[in-house]
């Protein structure tokens, strides 16, 4: 079977799981009611959004995909008015992400209920994690995705959230003897240093939100950012990681991990962000080679074999093998160095082996190796099921159709990395 065989099935099977109550939602394992976060980015409703952009860089959507994409747009343009989260991944910047894939200049609802939020600290959180009701800074849940968000969106408003993000960013700070560093909300426990909850996240969003808004002092403070990971990383050979977790976590997860999220996959995003904002160097070292060292050390490790148990359970686009093969395109796409195409068709060919199918289309199930039996049910969602693995396959076959010169459906945490010129989805100021 082909990437883009594998690509359509998995969105047939997707598909089969949309359900229908006050607007379209995604039923994972059989639900029998919308959950909570029904509309979210990560989880939910606005995750068909970026799966839709890639079908359609690929071929013409169907009447139904686009009958089902109005619907997404309708539900979201609505629930966004009055919604009180904010975040990327769980709120209105997703829904604003959404909307302008799927319908631009219908985002500016989202937007415009984003800056009534805003406060000087940046964006109360409306989520339950250990009682904390503040701003978080992060990409996924904070401030940082926000502030993203704004800059790829842009439009009215867009460039006094992205100011007013980017200062509480400078504000919430932990100076550390190597730069700086940012904690999922100031006095954390511990410091989750990479992309989706941490310094390599935040700096990425200074840095690109410094370079839109001419603010030489954001663009310095991500420096300061990539300058503490270098203090608390591993440059040993011709690659570069950092811990998952710092103080090392108390939970059963590898020390070092290589995903999108906590791992050098994500935070090579962080150099390419540098290079978007004219920095050349951090600490002396060349930021397109930090990247190429952050991507070396991705596939160096194994990555997409399951070594051992807790080592690469995981093929969505948060924490797996999709995840890291879009990564890959994105570098392939910047710089035309075969060897990240080729990383990338070995997640490609790890998803073709990894398939369950059937008449219904394809699914993947991931594996939880601390539970008896340990194989999880098949998940639809962008960032951890079919959708966002569909995208990734449809795209590595276009990719490898037509070259580097492929279209790109870009997003707000992934933009700066691909050149402005394939890039389909482009914000007036955010080039």
């Not at 609802?109 to 940046?122: F, K, P, Q, Y």
């Not at 300061?224 to 998952?244: C, I, K, N």
């Amino acid at each position: 079977m082909t990437y883009r065989e594998l690509g359509e099935a998995a969105w047939t099977w997707v598909r089969a799981r949309v359900r229908d109550d006050d607007g379209p939602w995604l039923a994972e394992d059989g639900a029998a009611a919308p959950p909570a976060d029904r509309d979210s980015l990560y989880a939910g409703l606005a995750g068909l959004a970026p799966l839709f952009a890639e079908i359609a860089a690929g071929r013409e959507l169907t009447a139904d995909e686009r009958g089902l994409a109005g619907r997404v747009v309708e539900r979201l343009a609505a629930q966004a008015r009055t919604r009180g989260e904010a975040s990327l991944y769980d709120g209105l910047a997703g829904d604003a992400t959404a909307l302008r894939l799927l319908a631009p200049g219908r985002e500016a609802v989202a937007m415009r209920r984003i800056a009534e939020l805003r406060t000087a600290d940046g964006w109360d959180t409306t989520l339950d994690l250990e009682g904390y009701r503040g701003p978080f800074t992060d990409v996924v849940m904070g401030t940082a995705g926000i502030v993203l968000a704004a800059v790829w969106a842009g439009g009215p408003g867009a460039a006094d959230i992205v100011d007013g993000g980017g200062t509480a960013l400078l504000r919430q700070a932990e100076v550390t003897e190597g730069g700086l560093d940012w904690r999922m909300w100031p006095g954390y426990r511990s410091s989750t240093p990479n992309f989706s909850h941490g310094t390599a996240g935040v700096a990425s969003a200074l840095a690109v939100a410094g370079r839109v808004l001419g603010r030489a002092d954001f663009v310095d403070a991500a420096v300061r950012g990539a300058e503490h990971l270098l203090s608390v990383g591993d440059l040993t050979g011709a690659g570069f990681v950092v811990p998952h977790t710092l103080p090392y976590s108390q939970r059963d997860v590898e020390p070092v991990t290589y995903t999108w999220c906590h791992g050098p996959a994500g935070t090579s995003q962080l150099f390419a962000a540098l290079a978007r904002a004219g920095v050349h160097t951090v600490g002396g070292h060349d930021v397109g080679e930090l990247r190429r060292r952050c991507l070396r050390s991705v596939l160096a490790s194994g990555v997409p074999a399951r070594l051992r148990p807790g080592f690469w359970d995981n093929d969505g686009r948060c924490c797996g093998t999709a995840g890291v093969g879009d990564i890959l395109l994105d570098a392939y796409q910047d710089t035309g160095e075969g060897w990240l195409l080729d990383g990338a068709r070995r997640m490609g060919d790890a998803l073709i082996e990894r398939a369950v199918r059937d008449t219904g289309g394809a699914r993947w199930r991931f594996v939880e190796h601390r539970q008896d039996p340990p194989l999880l049910p098949p998940g639809v969602s962008w960032m951890q099921g079919a959708a966002g693995i569909a995208a990734f396959l449809l795209r590595l076959a276009r990719v490898v159709e037509t070259g580097p010169e492929a279209r790109v459906p870009d997003r707000p945490d992934q933009w700066w990395c691909v050149p402005d010129r394939l890039r389909t989805t482009r914000a007036a100021h955010a080039g």
